[in-house]
């Protein structure tokens, strides 16, 4: 049945819309536009009102601004007849075909598409032919999206890059090397366990720009070094698929040892008053009376220095005290080369580590298949993961530095930039305590003699 509002003169709206599919054949909404308006100016209607939706799946469910537009002025009967490129731009989901099929049927308004003509859903003919070909368009959406799953699987197998610049890769998964060296400065301190807000805040302060130029903040370090692409590793559905073509930033024992410390419930570093003030404060001991040392200004040659304080009623004997500046210099030095020392002994404790930890997590894996396939229940399956858990926690994150990450020298590189703080961190992670004993001389120039310090070693 032919509408007879469809003379000339009659109310047209045109719609369309531009997917990715569209898109890869060239049929952009300028050109969807323009062959609407020829037809429209061929039969002589005056175009009332022009709907667009721009990459919006007519397949899935995602709100269509346009699509609902143009059904609610259909339903005001403000418009007589609507064009479009072709029937598939409207919809090609068979459950929306009916409502549209219906709400034709209430208003009396058809369809007319420049690739196919009429289409007349008030005649059986009509709804057939729309339904054929709502479903062929269906069936090549499905086609569509199994060839595009299937390639993405085969580009993760093969460990492709992702085709995304992200931060510390170019878009084609070249490293950014200044990138690079924050993403292992960040990895290295929160593996000494400095806090990540206080490492946020120290870059944001430095004047280091995130991906968006934007201040840095715990969560954008926590998503960085949580991501497997750090240690070139390709993922697929939250799931490692393969290594991947592109270089590492680092190694994946890090990468490990990262996700670990990262992991829910993890602390996120050690718990402190405020920013520190004072690098030595109470890791240097006085050898006379065994109290932390504090810093202060020496009476006489007024330099910064630290002191055995001298309180009344206290232990502290108050008869020690050592310049400040000469002693976090030796400290410090002594700390880089004692790192290189140690890096290639803590190679094996991370190994050891990473052996126990991986054969609990396969355990999980193992447990939670169990439970997908029906062997074991629920409330089996959270007892027993709950048990592994457990077991997890008795082998916590070892406070070590991968190679990659801190050897000596890029220690001593990063040490100017570095909190308080975090070199504190440092410290603490390689001196269990440095004892200052006594000047060995009495009269004369007091220089600084590195031999009244003596480290106590973390092994």
Not at 9 to 33: C, F, P, W
Not at 236 to 251: D, P, R, T
Request: with cysteine; glycine share 8%; net charge positive.
């Amino acid at each position: 049945m032919h509408n007879h509002r469809e003379g000339e003169n009659a109310r047209a709206a045109i719609y369309t819309r531009i997917s990715k599919d569209m898109a890869l054949e060239g049929l952009g909404v300028a050109r969807q536009l323009k062959d609407c308006r020829a037809l429209a100016e061929k039969y002589g209607w005056t175009v009332v009102e022009e709907f667009e939706d721009n990459d919006v799946s007519a397949s899935g469910g995602k709100y269509r601004r346009g699509y609902e537009r143009l059904k609610a002025l259909m339903e005001a009967k403000a418009v007589d007849v609507v064009v479009v490129y072709a029937a598939d731009r409207l919809h090609r989901n068979p459950r929306e075909l009916e409502d549209w099929i219906d709400l034709a049927a209430r208003t009396g308004i058809n369809v007319h598409s420049v690739m196919s003509g009429t289409i007349d859903l008030s005649s059986p003919d009509g709804k057939t032919v729309a339904r054929v070909v709502t479903a062929f368009a269906a069936a090549e959406v499905a086609k569509t999206k199994a060839r595009i799953q299937r390639k993405h699987l085969e580009l993760a197998e093969a460990g492709a890059w992702t085709g995304r610049a992200c931060y510390g890769y170019t878009a084609d998964g070249k490293i950014v090397e200044a990138e690079a060296a924050v993403i292992r400065e960040m990895a290295a301190r929160v593996l000494h366990g400095e806090g990540h807000n206080a490492i946020a805040r120290d870059l944001t302060a430095r004047g280091i720009p995130t991906a968006q130029g934007a201040n840095w903040r715990a969560a954008s370090i926590r998503n960085i070094l949580k991501a497997p692409r750090i240690a070139g590793l390709r993922v697929h559905h939250g799931k490692i698929a393969a290594k991947g073509q592109w270089e590492a930033i680092v190694s994946e024992e890090t990468l490990a040892m990262l996700r670990a410390k990262l992991a829910p419930g993890r602390t996120e570093g050690k718990k402190r008053g405020g920013a520190r003030k004072h690098l030595l404060t109470g890791l240097l001991v006085c050898s006379k009376c065994g109290t932390g040392m504090v810093k202060s200004i020496n009476g006489k040659s007024k330099k910064p220095s630290y002191r055995c304080p001298r309180n009344a009623g206290a232990a502290a004997c108050g008869g020690t005290t050592i310049v400040a500046a000469e002693t976090e210099a030796w400290l410090a030095e002594a700390a880089f080369q004692f790192q290189d020392a140690r890096v290639v002994d803590e190679e094996d404790r991370t190994g050891e580590w990473l052996e126990k930890i991986g054969a609990l997590d396969a355990r999980l894996e193992e447990l939670a298949a169990d439970y997908g396939s029906g062997v074991i229940s629920r409330n089996e399956w959270l007892a027993a993961r709950a048990a592994v858990e457990r077991q997890k926690a008795q082998y916590p994150v070892p406070i070590v530095r991968p190679r990659e990450l801190t050897t000596g020298a890029m220690l001593r590189d990063a040490w100017p930039d570095m909190t308080t703080s975090a070199r504190r961190a440092v410290l603490d992670d390689i001196f269990v305590k440095v004892v200052v004993i006594p000047r060995r001389q009495v009269t004369g120039l007091k220089s600084f003699d590195p031999g009244r310090l003596v480290p106590e070693w973390r092994v």
